[in-house]
């Protein structure tokens, strides 16, 4: 019987930042265009509302620890999503994940297992990936999680 990774911070916040960080550390290199994109999306987004650009940092480091942490795919997946309380958080999460993996104008066959392995794991319908990738090629905003 597999145990899932259940993570110290329970937060959708934890969880947004966790899957940005696993896409990223999918090709086995973070790249610094990666964790640029990584910031930029962070301070364009109200869900991180609150955090000031010197906690960034840390909780970046705090998201790869806890990555590190699961020993493949089938641990951390299940955790990502139960801490994404809707779907509209589900598909953010994806969307962050698309950005990430793009940041360097190409995703890695290995960022594409993880995407795919996201979109499995999150119930995001092909249509609704299509749309998400397309945002994050053209570094558009991703859709609202809640109405505003």
């Given at each position: ?81 139960q801490r994404l309380p809707d779907q509209a958080s589900r598909n953010l999460a994806f969307g962050l994940a698309c950005s990430v993996a793009m940041a360097d104008h190409r995703a890695h066959p290995s960022e ?37």
């Amino acid at each position: 019987m597999s145990k899932h990774v259940h993570f110290g911070d329970e937060t959708r916040q934890a969880a947004l930042f966790e899957t940005m960080v696993l896409v990223a550390g999918a090709d086995g290199v973070v790249s610094k265009d990666e964790v640029e994109e990584i910031y930029r999306r962070v301070f364009e987004r109200p869900e991180f509302q609150g955090i000031h650009a010197n906690d960034l940092k840390e909780a970046i480091s705090h998201a790869a620890k806890n990555v590190a942490k699961a020993k493949d795919l089938g641990h951390i997946l299940p955790t990502l999503s139960q801490r994404l309380p809707d779907q509209a958080s589900r598909n953010l999460a994806f969307g962050l994940a698309c950005s990430v993996a793009m940041a360097d104008h190409r995703a890695h066959p290995s960022e594409l297992a993880v995407l795919k392995a996201l979109q499995n794991a999150f119930d995001i319908r092909e249509s609704e990936v299509v749309a998400l990738f397309e945002a994050a090629e053209n570094h558009a905003p991703l859709p609202p999680t809640k109405p505003e």
